[in-house]
T-cell receptor
């Protein structure tokens, strides 16, 4: 069990560029979650998958954000036309079916200049 | 809908003193409750969880929490803190997705 991994750990980009983050969950976990955390705040829910199905999306997830989990394993989160307000830590978590304990990855810190 | 309120944004304490970090929640359905710790530039580490059963839950690093259904609270306690406990602590409720409080910064002073 290698835990949840996220890549890259840090990303600096210019406003208007697109960025993509990857999350690899714990291998036997079928649920995968994305959260966003800004300075001084708790993580905010963005979206989650059960296997390859995206079951819920927060209204925080504007049309510039898209998440996929094509084979029910790893997931990607893409942000198009980044804005300075997108600067945050993006956290991924996974859990097994029927288990509400989520295991978090180390996060990807995005800085938009 | 579910929400979490962490009643103290910052808690300074001296080393070896006891500490309590307060958490109230609201939910229209029964939920699971969690406390996480976050060190700078790191992800969240689970301290303890309440799923069912005994209302007193023991976690890692000497922390414990008590679930109080009537008061909708889940306060975190430690009888004697160490410098290394300095970190951000988050209370969360979960039914599927998790809803987090805004965190409490615990600063342990020598």
């Amino acid at each position: 069990d290698t835990g949840v991994s996220q890549n890259p750990r840090h990303k600096i980009t210019k406003r208007g560029q697109n960025v993509t983050f990857r999350c690899d969950p714990i291998s036997e976990h079928n649920r995968l979650y994305w959260y966003r955390q800004t300075l001084g705040q708790g993580p905010e829910f963005l979206t989650y998958f059960q296997n390859e199905a995206q079951l819920e999306k927060s209204r925080l997830l504007s049309d510039r954000f898209s998440a996929e989990r094509p084979k029910g394993s790893f997931s990607t989160l893409e942000i198009q036309r980044t804005e300075q307000g997108d600067s945050a830590m993006y956290l991924c978590a996974s859990s097994g079916q029927g288990a509400d304990e989520q295991f978090f990855g180390p996060g990807t810190r995005l800085t938009v200049l | 809908a579910q929400s979490v309120t962490q009643l103290d944004s910052q808690v300074p304490v001296f080393e070896e003193a006891p500490v309590e970090l307060r958490c109230n929640y609201s939910s229209s359905v029964s939920v699971y409750l969690f406390w996480y710790v976050q060190y700078p530039n790191q992800g969240l580490q689970l301290l303890l969880k309440y799923l069912s059963g005994s209302t007193l839950v023991k976690g890692i690093n000497g922390f414990e929490a008590e679930f109080n259904k009537s008061q909708t609270s889940f306060h975190l306690r430690k009888p004697s803190v160490h410098i290394s406990d300095t970190a951000e602590y988050f209370c969360a409720v979960s039914k599927g997705k998790s809803t987090f409080g805004d965190g409490t910064t615990l600063t342990v002073k020598p």
